[in-house]
Each structure stands twice: as C-alpha cells, then as structure tokens.
C-alpha cells in the first residue's frame, strides 16, 4: 500500500489451503514462524513507537524490512534486532528515515494530540503500541495501522486532516479485513 507493505502475502495463501487440503511446502510454515519471529523483534523494541511503521515481508528464509522510522538510529537498531533472529538466511532493509524538520515533529504532535485525545481512539493511547501510525514527511502525512470499525478509522483521517497537513494518506486498515492475516508491525 503506497511505501509500506503489510505483513501478509503466503499467509493467506496457506490459509486457504489448509482449508482445501492441499499439501503445503514445509518452508512455508516456517516463513510464518519466521514472520511471527521479526514482527515481535520489531514491536519489542522498546525505542519503536507512534511515529514508526515498519513492514515485513518474508520468503524462504529471506526478509525484507519497509516502512519509515523517525530516527536514523532506529533504524539500525531494529535492522540488528532483526538479523539475530532465528532462521534468517538474508536480511534487506528499506526503512527510509524520515526528513528532520522542526515543523514536522510539530505536526506529529499535534496529530498524534488530535487522535489520541479524541473519546473514540483516547483508550488506544495506552496500549504499548498504538494501532495507529503517523508518518510525517515534509508536512505530508501518512497513518497506517488498523482498527476495529471503520469509524475510528474515518475519525483518525479527519482530526489528520484538520492539521496544517499538506496532505493526508489514510491507510489504516480494519482489523476485521486482516482477519488471518499476518499482521504489519504496527
């Protein structure tokens, strides 16, 4: 989805056929151990937070870190994070680090207040990590994430738009729509 991949591709696919009783290959199930391994090392670490959204995707071994951090550090703090988990054969990193720019963390911020604040997404706020992401880049704006119904997820896009944003992306998607799916790390 525009820059930052989700945390899915062979996991649905083994899903279903599971369900249909086709023989799935043994390196597949491992590639979702391996997923599941990553996205924690990402969400576990404790310096990743509301102005971070980093992807995986996973393939034979192979992993490949998007998305955007907000600090230089970060990112490779997580890339090492990443690399010492069992069963990674090869690790490519695209995380882009986000512009630094007083403006811009002003508007993170002031999104970040808005959302979170607000009676519908405030109980989000003290989750460890919040399912909603807010990236700022050059006063453009982009959420990722997901939430219960899509209500939160119109809510989060409207208090975004009520920014001095040049633009908002909302990519927040419904849990209900990632439903056996693997999950981005948020």
Do not use: C
Not at 108 to 120: E, H, K, T, V
């Amino acid at each position: 989805m525009k820059g930052h991949e989700r945390l899915a591709g062979a996991s649905l696919a083994l899903a279903f056929a599971g369900l249909l009783g086709v023989a799935v290959p043994a390196h597949a199930s491992d590639d979702q151990t391996l997923l599941r391994g990553v996205s924690n090392a990402v969400l576990s670490s404790p310096r990743y937070g509301v102005f971070d959204s980093v992807g995986v995707r996973v393939q034979d071994g192979k992993v490949v870190l998007t998305g955007s951090v907000r600090e230089p550090w970060l990112k490779d703090e997580l890339e090492k994070r990443v690399a010492k988990v069992t069963g990674v054969t090869n690790l490519a990193s695209e995380i882009r680090v986000q512009p630094l720019s007083f403006n811009d963390e002003r508007l993170r911020l002031q999104i970040a207040r808005s959302i979170y604040g607000s009676d519908l997404l405030g109980s989000y706020a003290s989750w460890a990590n919040p399912p909603v992401r807010i990236i700022v880049e050059n006063g453009h704006v982009t959420l990722t994430g997901s939430v219960v119904s899509n209500v939160e997820r119109q809510l989060a896009g409207i208090r975004a738009r009520q920014t001095l944003a040049f633009s908002v992306d909302n990519q927040i998607e419904l849990d209900s729509d990632r439903q056996g799916v693997d999950r981005k790390a948020s």
